[in-house]
């Protein structure tokens, strides 16, 4: 059974950081594009980073880029977020999503992941 578990949310003043983690299992989790998504109520899921877990290749929305690192480590079958910088609008739920078979498509395309987490819940306050 896939289970993926993210944790790391919390609620930080603008500036400041938090790491989340994805723990992965009942997957390859070496040949897997691992990403995370975020979405407040009445929005669709959007792309924040994603990560080849056979490279290490790396993929950022413009908007978190140079402010959010994604990483993993193998061993732990774990995906983090780094997220430094914070800003009231990356107030969100975020969940961590895996491609199991990784072929063509956006990477910030939801549809093209099978698996999501439960979601872990970032409050940014200004």
């Known amino acids: 059974q896939v289970r993926l578990v993210e944790s790391g949310g919390g609620s930080v003043q603008a500036g400041g950081s938090l790491r989340l983690s994805c723990a992965g299992s009942?997957?390859?989790?070496?040949?897997?594009?691992m990403g995370w998504f975020r979405q407040i109520p009445g929005k669709g899921r959007e792309g924040v980073a994603a990560?080849?877990?056979?490279?290490?290749?790396?993929y950022y929305a413009d908007s978190v880029t140079g402010r959010f690192t994604i990483s993993h480590d193998g061993a732990k079958k774990t995906t983090y977020l780094q997220m430094n910088s914070l800003k009231p609008e990356d107030t969100a739920m975020y969940y961590c999503?895996?491609?199991?078979?990784?072929?063509?498509?956006?990477?910030?395309?939801?549809?093209?992941?099978?698996?999501w987490g439960q979601g872990t819940q970032v409050t940014v306050s200004s």
């Open positions: 999503a895996a491609d199991p078979l990784p072929g063509g498509g956006a990477w910030y395309a939801a549809s093209r992941y099978n698996y």
């Open positions: 009942g997957f390859t989790y070496s040949r897997n594009l």
């Open positions: 990560i080849y877990t056979s490279s290490g290749t790396t």
